[in-house]
């Protein structure tokens, strides 16, 4: 669209201005109780296929609820949108931004490009691989290195990963712990995050997981560290790429699937290669803390054998 992007333009009769950012689902509840039956059994349809809608055309939807393909797009016109392209430019935007969006469609057993039949899992398969080797390439040119250096050549490190990101930024904690001292997760339970950036340092190196749907603190957060005396790294999916320029490094870990939810074996993946690198590049250190965690294992008697 041209001009102002923050509304649809006016287009053809019946078309109904709303807010770009407002979500189709969100638009058909609002509208929902004053549509025609046929209409409504192409707005159901639409909901239940936002995640695959990809795979379909106007003319399908037209024939899988059995209306006409002009109530289809009379429809659409209602919703803000000026035809199925826009529709269903705008169900990807929104599986985009890492909103679950449900597949029906990707969940059976469907054929690949050769004919061959193929489970959900299968896909979901492959397209793990994809990612875990898109995450290879892109720590090529020396980042994995440089990234273990940071984490093994800091006095302490701060590991910060708000919502989504908190399970990745706790394993790396967690498995950093093992080979090095001086390493935090923040923030601690019941303390706020200028809390724990005041304690910032020369020698410190904050880690900041920010993967999509990040809470809007984590832009300023950002900025902060970066005009600290800290250094920073920072880990994410492509839409916290803008983050880059603010790191010393950054480390950029596809989490994309073709179903509902955001996958995390490729972060969790990263963590891996991370602090096995950290551990040996630390390897005499690392392994007499090794040693006195075990021991300090045994003798609480902490873990099953």
């Not at 040119?141 to 302490?156: E, T």
């Not at 990963?161 to 923040?186: C, F, K, W």
């Not at 706020?192 to 410190?204: C, H, M, N, P, Q």
């Not at 880690?207 to 984590?218: L, N, S, T």
């Amino acid at each position: 669209m041209s001009g102002d992007t923050s509304f649809a333009v006016m287009s053809g009769a019946g078309k109904e201005p709303e807010p770009a950012e407002v979500r189709i689902d969100a638009r058909i509840d609002a509208r929902y109780g004053g549509l025609p039956p046929q209409e409504r059994r192409v707005a159901d349809f639409l909901l239940e296929h936002l995640g695959d809608l990809a795979i379909f055309s106007a003319a399908d939807i037209s024939r899988e609820t059995g209306v006409s393909k002009a109530t289809v797009s009379r429809l659409f016109r209602k919703l803000g949108f000026d035809d199925f392209r826009e529709v269903r430019d705008h169900a990807r935007s929104l599986r985009s931004r890492g909103l679950p969006v449900a597949s029906p469609a990707l969940s059976g057993h469907h054929a690949d490009e050769s004919g061959t039949p193929t489970s959900g899992l299968q896909r979901h398969q492959a397209h793990e691989q994809e990612n875990l080797a898109k995450l290879s390439a892109l720590l090529a040119n020396g980042r994995l290195s440089a990234a273990v250096s940071m984490l093994a050549g800091a006095k302490r490190i701060s590991v910060i990963g708000l919502r989504n990101s908190y399970p990745i930024a706790l394993h790396l904690h967690q498995q950093l712990v093992q080979a090095r001292t001086d390493v935090r997760v923040s923030p601690q339970p019941g303390q706020t995050l200028g809390e724990e950036l005041a304690k910032l340092r020369v020698g410190d190196l904050v880690v900041a997981v920010g993967f999509r749907r990040r809470p809007a603190v984590f832009s300023r957060m950002i900025r902060w560290i970066s005009d600290s005396e800290a250094k920073l790294l920072c880990i994410g999916d492509s839409t916290s790429r803008h983050y880059a320029g603010d790191a010393d490094l950054w480390l950029e870990c596809p989490i994309s699937t073709d179903g509902a939810f955001d996958s995390y074996s490729a972060p969790m993946s990263l963590v891996s290669v991370l602090a096995n690198g950290v551990l040996n590049a630390l390897l005499p250190e690392s392994r007499r803390r090794i040693s006195a965690i075990a021991a300090a294992y045994e003798d609480l008697d902490e873990l099953e054998l």
